[in-house]
């Protein structure tokens, strides 16, 4: 059974700092997604990972994944407050269709 | 434009009553998916679906159906509601294992 976590829950961080959010899964994917959360809102996706090495770069978010080790992980540059969020990431559990396993989430508090 | 789309965006039932969440998505995508999103939880798979007249169980089925009887729409049934039941549910459908899932915007449920 696939599990996915990711660390840390919470994150404070001050605006310009830089810092990195984990997804780690417990058996074999090679497509992983990134999504963000506001408050009281939908999903928003951010990244789609398909293959290992894979790199995506949106902004001040970057996020890489490592098939082998079964991680994933989503770098903030410079924070900004309008980064503050939930992002979640979502593990593929593979074959034909894409039912995707969430983690518990990260939220993100950027402050000035 | 493409949407996905839920409703009611929020309903307040009693114990025991029989709800039904409707989602219906236009990007004519054959897999579509129900979440529940708790505190501490991240999103669970409830039920899911490949395409019509194929429904499969997540890991939180127990007290919950759905139906496919054409592609775009995927109506989630709670047979006799629980206050476990309480929460913030969300339908997503995804097209290729090759893109992102769609999420809608979310129905928050509360069961007195």
């Known amino acids: 059974e696939l599990k996915v976590e990711q660390n840390p829950l919470f994150l404070s961080m001050q605006e310009g700092k830089n810092y990195t959010i984990y997804c780690n899964y417990s058996?074999?994917?090679?497509?992983l997604y990134w999504y963000r959360q506001d408050p009281g809102k939908s999903l928003e996706s951010l990244f789609v990972?398909?293959?290992?090495?894979a790199v995506k770069q949106e902004g001040r978010l970057m996020a890489s994944l490592d098939t082998k080790a079964r991680l994933s992980t989503l770098h903030i540059t410079a924070a900004v407050h309008d980064l503050s969020a939930t992002y979640f990431c979502?593990?593929?559990?593979?074959?034909?269709?894409?039912?995707?396993?969430f983690g518990t989430g990260t939220l993100l508090a950027v402050q000035p | 434009d493409a949407e996905i789309t839920q409703s009611p965006r929020h309903k307040i039932t009693e114990t025991g009553r029989q709800v039904t969440l409707a989602c219906h998505q236009t990007?004519?995508?054959?897999?579509m998916f129900w979440y529940r999103q708790d505190l501490g939880h991240g999103l669970r798979l409830i039920h899911y679906?490949?395409?019509?007249?194929?429904?499969n169980k997540g890991e939180v089925s127990d007290g919950y159906s759905v139906s496919r009887s054409n592609t775009e729409d995927l109506p989630l049934t709670l047979e006799s509601a629980a206050s476990s039941q309480t929460s913030v549910y969300f339908c997503?459908?995804?097209?290729?294992?090759?893109?992102?899932?769609?999420f809608g915007q979310g129905t928050r449920l509360t069961v007195v």
């Open positions: 058996t074999t994917s090679d497509r």
């Open positions: 979502a593990v593929d559990e593979g074959g034909a269709t894409n039912k995707l396993i």
């Open positions: 679906s490949y395409g019509v007249h194929d429904t």
């Open positions: 997503a459908s995804s097209g290729t294992v090759y893109t992102e899932a769609f």
């Open positions: 990972l398909l293959s290992n090495g």
């Open positions: 990007w004519n995508h054959n897999n």
